[in-house]
């Protein structure tokens, strides 16, 4: 196990999240420290995919220590310097927006913001609906910054849902190898 201490946030794309947990598990495996994040929304919200509750325990299962569900709680992670890299997977549109236009009103786009001002990686794992369209100035503007690295992403249902990207979450581990040696995996667009 590498002795370094990973964020892995969780948004909203409920859809995803199963493989998000897959992708936890992975990370899990290999690094010493991995804290769990959830955003608020997916910290209450019961849909079709599976219970708030269920994914929580589940992520707290995996890592070993409580979820960080609200901003008071995600706020140290900067001053403290808790965390060598932060995942945030999946990212939804929501949060790429306010990680690009600098808003920090959930425990996800605080632990992104705090963390962001060490100076250390972050991998962003994109699951949006509107990544070809409203969400893709907010994607333009964090290609462009220091320390973001992406997971390759893509369209995932070019003909019913053509503004969609959802990135391949089986390439978290060696996007964030890549994030530590500083370079962006490729290729970027699947």
């Known amino acids: 196990m590498e002795p370094k ?7 909203g794309s409920f859809c995803t999240h199963s493989r998000a947990l897959a992708a936890l598990e992975q990370v899990a495996a290999q690094y010493e420290h991995v804290i769990p994040i959830v955003s608020e929304i997916t910290a209450i919200t019961d849909t079709r ?3 708030a509750r ?24 900067g001053p403290k310097k808790l ?13 790429l927006s306010k990680m690009a236009a600098g808003i920090t009103d959930t425990s996800v786009s605080m632990a ?7 100076g250390r990686p972050m991998v962003v794992c994109i699951a949006s609906n509107d990544g070809l369209s409203g969400s893709a100035p907010a994607i333009g503007q964090l290609l462009m910054r220091k320390n973001i690295f992406f997971v390759p992403f893509g369209q995932d249902d070019a003909i019913n ?3 969609s990207l959802i990135a391949n ?7 964030i190898q890549a994030a530590f040696a500083g370079r962006q995996i490729q290729p970027l667009l699947l």
């Open 54 to 77: 269920d994914l929580i325990q589940k992520m707290e299962d995996i890592c070993g220590c409580k979820v960080i569900s609200s901003v008071l709680e995600a706020e140290p992670i």
């Open 49 to 51: 995919f599976g219970t």
């Open 112 to 118: 992104a913001k705090a963390h962001q001002r060490n």
């Open 83 to 95: 965390l060598d890299l932060l995942v945030i997977a999946p990212c939804t549109g929501n949060t």
């Open 161 to 163: 849902k053509p503004t």
């Open 169 to 175: 979450f089986e390439q978290i581990p060696q996007t």
């Open 5 to 11: 201490t990973i964020g892995f946030a969780v948004c």
